[in-house]
């Protein structure tokens, strides 16, 4: 029975067969509703994951699973968000979060009929990401930390079931960082989505995940994955705890480790 | 050019009306500044004339041009509408057919990389060499002049419509495609909404060279047009016809101009906006 994301002995390389493989026998499962994160040193093939995971790049060896299907197109359901929130600088911020309804079915053919109705809903995800009214705004007016938090209302407006997080918080100062992972943990929490993060910094892994999986240097493996029980609902605090700051510390060691191998 | 910015510490200084004053003055100088400096130009030139006695068949000074404007000026205004005319047919091809070889050019790896070798060849051509080639197949008229405007204009279309689809994000198209999106959603939801402002960038580069282009093809295969009567006039040594006739294009040329920047202006407000909103 395959996990509800379920990548298995996937062995990729971008561009011709001579190349060092992105990711070699790379196997990572994450289960319906599971919050996983995964970190490693950069350039070990974390986005080749991602984009492995959600059918942009196809692996030259393994199989890729996702919701019981064979991954072998784009798997149309995914929400996505980046490290630069690439937000249309044309639309408003409204209209660029309405933007994954006018391309997923079957939201798009009732977009023109139900605007209002969608309308709401996304003004609903902006205060639930603390945009409230900022909908007429356009991406340039508004600071990193808010475009990023819009980016995340695109992801999310089309109700995926598997969101997938690529450093999303990378570009953003550490008080904007720690206030948006409360974001993701209360939509997480809200909608039993399936998250996979990507991220470099482990005290963001550790705060949010069920389950963080270290990869080694390229090619990229899995070397470690740790199961972070600490209660739920968690509230920043938790971050200056024994118990959590031991499992970075733990984890930290994995990637000393793998930068070491390289 | 980008200007620096002023600091906060400049908006606050305290407002010492001295300061402000002189300010003041400044910004009205600033103001002034075109219409005397274009007065004085004139102003000078015909002083030079007169003081120097330039004969007017070698350089006629500006009043003895506003005397031939005023007596040609039937024949300024309506080879002046001509040749807007030819320049603005020719224009409006090159948009057309440029629009659609940048977006095919931006869309398709396989017919940029055929297709830039002939292109960049093509566009090396020096287009007043095709002129003969024009008159041969037809004639003297108006059609040397829209196609030679044509042939000289759509190249700056072409590449800033390619580029501006070319150079999409590639996380914005990850988005999208793992969203399902189709390359032609991909193209109408963000390709063709983001080479919008490198296309208005282009129509002004485009329209300028339109001009030049149908000027350059009125003066030896149109009997119409300020192109033509430049030849003429200068045929019939009527030099203060021929300066009338370069003030009219010189007019002509900026009123072409600042039509095409409001027209960008209006369509891509929001690259402007960002920029500004940048630096
Ligand atoms: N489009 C691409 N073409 C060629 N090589 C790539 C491409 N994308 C990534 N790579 C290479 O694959 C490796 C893994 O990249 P990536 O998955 O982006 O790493 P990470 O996200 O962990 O920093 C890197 O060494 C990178 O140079
Ligand atoms: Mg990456």
């Given amino acids: 029975m395959p996990a509800f994301v379920d990548i298995h002995a996937v062995t990729h390389a971008y561009g011709g067969v001579e190349g060092l493989p992105a990711v070699e026998d790379l196997t990572v499962r994450v289960e319906e509703g599971e919050f996983a994160a995964v970190v490693g040193p950069s350039g070990c093939g974390k986005s080749t994951l991602m984009k492995l995971a959600t059918g942009l790049q196809f692996p030259r060896a393994g199989t890729i699973v996702v919701d019981g299907r064979q991954v072998s197109q784009p798997v149309r359901m995914a929400g996505m968000a980046f490290q630069n929130p690439t937000l249309l600088p044309w639309r408003t911020t409204l209209d660029n979060i309405l933007l994954p309804l006018e391309i997923v079915e079957p939201h798009r053919s009732r977009l023109r009929r139900h605007k209002a109705e969608y309308v709401e809903k996304a003004q609903g995800l902006l205060a639930q990401v603390g945009l409230k009214g900022m909908g007429d705004k356009f991406p340039w007016q508004l600071s990193g930390g808010m475009q990023q938090r819009a980016s995340l209302c695109r992801a999310l407006i089309h109700e995926p079931k598997l969101l997938m997080l690529d450093e999303p918080f990378g570009a953003l100062d550490a008080f904007t960082r720690e206030e948006l992972w409360c974001v993701i943990r209360d939509l997480h929490a809200a909608r039993r989505v399936t998250v996979i993060l990507v991220t470099h910094d482990l005290r963001e892994a550790v705060f949010l995940a069920d389950r963080v999986v270290c990869m080694s240097a390229r090619p990229g493996r899995v070397i470690a994955e740790r199961k972070v029980d600490l209660p739920r609902p968690r509230d920043l605090e938790i971050t200056y705890s024994a118990p959590f700051v031991d499992i970075v510390h733990e984890l930290r060691g994995h990637i000393a480790n793998a930068r070491k191998a390289a | 050019m980008s200007a620096i910015p002023p600091s906060p510490s400049e ?59 005023a007596q040609y000026w039937w024949q300024l205004v309506f080879h002046s509408f001509h040749t807007l005319w030819m320049t603005l047919a020719g224009f409006g091809l090159a948009v057309a057919f440029g629009i659609l070889l940048g977006l095919a050019l931006g869309a398709s790896r ?52 390619a580029t501006g689809l070319s150079t999409i994000e590639p996380e914005i198209e990850d988005v999208m495609r793992a969203l399902g999106a189709s390359k032609r959603d991909i193209m109408v939801k963000i390709g063709i909404p983001r080479s919008l402002p490198y296309l208005f960038g282009s129509l002004k580069v485009a329209i300028t060279l339109a001009y030049v282009g149908s000027v350059i ?60 909103a940048a630096g």
């Fill in chain 2, 110 to 161: 396989l017919v940029r990389a055929g297709s830039y070798p002939l292109l960049v060849g093509f566009n090396a051509i020096p287009k007043v060499a095709v002129v003969p080639i024009l008159i041969l197949w037809f004639g003297v008229g108006w059609v040397p002049p829209v196609l030679t405007a044509f042939l000289i204009s759509f190249f700056p279309i072409v590449v800033n419509v």
């Fill in chain 2, 11 to 69: 908006f606050v200084a305290p407002a010492v009306p001295a300061v402000s004053a002189a300010t003041r003055r400044r910004n009205r100088q600033l103001a002034l500044a075109p219409w005397v400096f274009t007065l004085g130009f004139f102003l000078l030139w015909e002083v030079a004339c007169r003081a120097l006695k330039v004969p007017s068949y070698f350089l006629p000074a500006p009043s003895v041009i506003a005397q031939a404007s």
């Fill in chain 2, 217 to 276: 093809a009125e003066s030896n295969a149109s009997r119409n047009g300020i192109g033509n009567l430049i030849a003429r006039a200068s045929a019939d040594f009527n030099v203060p016809l021929v300066f009338a006739a370069l003030i009219a294009l010189a007019i002509l040329g900026v009123v072409i101009y600042v039509l095409t920047e409001m027209l960008e202006n209006r369509m891509t407000g929001w690259a402007q906006r960002s920029q500004l």
